[in-house]
């Protein structure tokens, strides 16, 4: 097995760009796989006490979706990108996360990181005082559009379908709540994410059946 991956994962790196991204995929599957076959837990990230910023060389897919954003405050990882799945995870949890910072596993346990989303920066060594400052104005930039209710369009007028990431029942609810216009991408890879059994045709069905999105605002997809 280990063989069989690492064939795809070097065939993955040299392709670059977003098959370079996938090969933590490949390596989560592996170690799931073979944590299966032997009897062991299968491998995760614990949940903190309080809360938190997790620092690694990459985080799987499988990781990323189990993080609780009531403690996970942000996330930062060495490798991956604006596309890999950790991203796109990350910013479907509402988790700030930045990825592909050289040298962040470095940084201490303990260290107080301050990690802005938006511009894609990882500080240490900020005051907490005033760092505390500077996420409070940046929540209150984010409540000006956050009250927007559409509908959209670029500035000489022309529409603009806004469609929404959803992995679930309960995410297309929270979706709905926005001024979008239906399901653009519809995660369909975590309705087995998150589940220890393969889920059969039936529930599959029902899952999808709840991303309908009905109360959108606007037409449904």
């Known amino acids: 097995m280990d063989a069989a991956v690492e064939q795809f994962v070097s065939i993955f790196t040299n392709m670059g760009g977003l098959m370079a991204e996938r090969v933590t995929d490949l390596e989560d599957i592996e170690r799931r796989i073979v944590a299966h076959l032997v009897g062991e837990p299968e491998p995760g990230v614990p949940t903190p006490s309080e809360p938190s910023i997790p620092v690694a060389e990459d985080l799987a897919p499988s990781d990323t979706s189990g993080l609780d954003p009531s403690v996970i405050s942000a996330l930062v990882t060495e490798r991956g990108g604006a596309t890999s799945h950790t991203a796109i995870i990350a910013r479907q949890l509402g988790i700030p996360c930045v990825?592909?910072?050289?040298?962040?596993?470095?940084?201490?346990?303990?260290?107080?990181?301050?990690?802005?989303?938006?511009?894609?920066?990882?500080?240490?060594?900020?005051?907490?005082?005033?760092?505390?400052?500077?996420?409070?104005?940046?929540?209150?930039?984010?409540?000006?559009?956050?009250?927007?209710?559409?509908?959209?369009?670029?500035?000489?007028?022309?529409?603009?379908?806004?469609?929404?990431?959803?992995?679930?029942?309960?995410?297309?609810?929270?979706?709905?709540?926005?001024?979008?216009?239906?399901?653009?991408?519809?995660?369909?890879?975590?309705?087995?994410?998150?589940?220890?059994?393969?889920?059969?045709?039936?529930?599959?069905?029902?899952?999808?059946?709840?991303?309908?999105?009905?109360?959108?605002?606007?037409?449904?997809?």
Request: hydrophobic share 35%.
């Open 99 to 221: 990825v592909g910072v050289a040298g962040v596993t470095e940084i201490e346990a303990g260290t107080f990181p301050v990690v802005d989303g938006e511009t894609g920066s990882v500080e240490t060594g900020a005051d907490p005082a005033e760092a505390a400052q500077r996420v409070a104005a940046s929540r209150e930039a984010r409540e000006a559009p956050a009250a927007w209710s559409g509908p959209a369009a670029t500035t000489d007028g022309t529409p603009i379908k806004l469609l929404a990431n959803v992995a679930d029942g309960p995410s297309a609810v929270h979706a709905a709540e926005e001024p979008v216009q239906g399901v653009g991408l519809f995660r369909t890879e975590l309705c087995f994410l998150n589940a220890t059994e393969e889920p059969s045709a039936e529930e599959q069905g029902e899952i999808y059946g709840q991303c309908s999105m009905p109360s959108a605002r606007g037409s449904t997809s």
